[in-house]
């Protein structure tokens, strides 16, 4: 299947994960391998996550809808702009097992989310991206990160947002990303063809460190 489309213009297959030139995992393999593992534990969690959650809240007197945002608060859970919000959080320091649950699922969307986007944009990248080719996936990283991440819950189900330029949308996923990522390239196709003539130096030239730049930018979704 196509995995990416390389700097070239070119897709590039791909049937499953590589590994570094020693055998072993890169570092985004590794996040990816990790995001695996947390997504199946946390896709059994919520399996009745849901509906303990209305349970709980039931018990307490809340009703949804209309549907809550849950965001990751400073002491665990909380509701967003909600009025509702101190008795959620009383429900939350009254259950805290179900408070982990639902802080569990936020943290494996932020963790699937920069996987997605480290994957999409490194494969894109292929092994020695340019200064040039660098410096367009390393902004669209920037602009493609979340600015929070939340679970929208109505009562009977919920789905894991996230807060981007178009407001709340569902999280995104990689094909998602990819899709993204080859518009952004087709629009940078277009302009870099107009200013060839004015690249800078050094444009052509392998990037230093392309990875190194990407998990710092990367890392500025942890607590978003």
């Known amino acids: 299947m196509i995995s990416a489309i390389t700097q070239t ?3 590039s297959y791909s049937g499953g994960a590589g590994t570094a030139a020693n055998g072993s995992l890169s570092v985004f393999q590794q996040i990816l391998q990790n995001a695996s593992q947390t997504s199946a534990a946390a896709a059994g969690v919520s399996d009745t996550l849901a509906a303990d959650l209305n349970a709980a809240l039931q018990a307490a007197g809340i009703s949804a809808p209309p549907a809550m945002r849950i965001v990751a608060g400073t002491n665990g859970p909380q509701l967003a702009d909600d009025p509702r919000d101190a008795t959620f959080q009383a429900v939350m320091a009254a259950n805290p097992t179900l408070s982990a649950r639902i802080g569990a699922r936020l943290s494996a969307a932020e963790i699937e989310r920069k ?3 480290g994957s999409a944009v490194t494969q894109f990248a292929g092994d020695h991206p340019t200064n040039a080719m ?3 996936l390393l902004q669209f990283a920037q602009q493609s990160k979340p600015q929070a991440y939340s679970i929208s819950f109505n009562g009977s189900g919920m789905e894991v947002q996230e807060l981007g330029a178009q407001g709340w949308t569902p999280l ?3 094909d998602d990303i990819n899709k993204d990522l080859l518009a952004a390239y087709t629009g940078y196709m277009v302009t870099h063809a107009v200013t060839v003539e004015k690249r ?3 444009d052509d030239q392998p990037a230093v460190d392309f990875k190194v730049k990407l998990a710092r930018v990367l890392d500025g979704l942890q607590g978003a």
Do not use: E, V, Y
Request: glycine content about 20%.
């Open 9 to 11: 213009g070119q897709p």
């Open 115 to 117: 996987a997605a986007l």
């Open 134 to 136: 660098a410096d367009f």
């Open 172 to 174: 995104k996923n990689g």
């Open 200 to 202: 800078k130096d050094g």
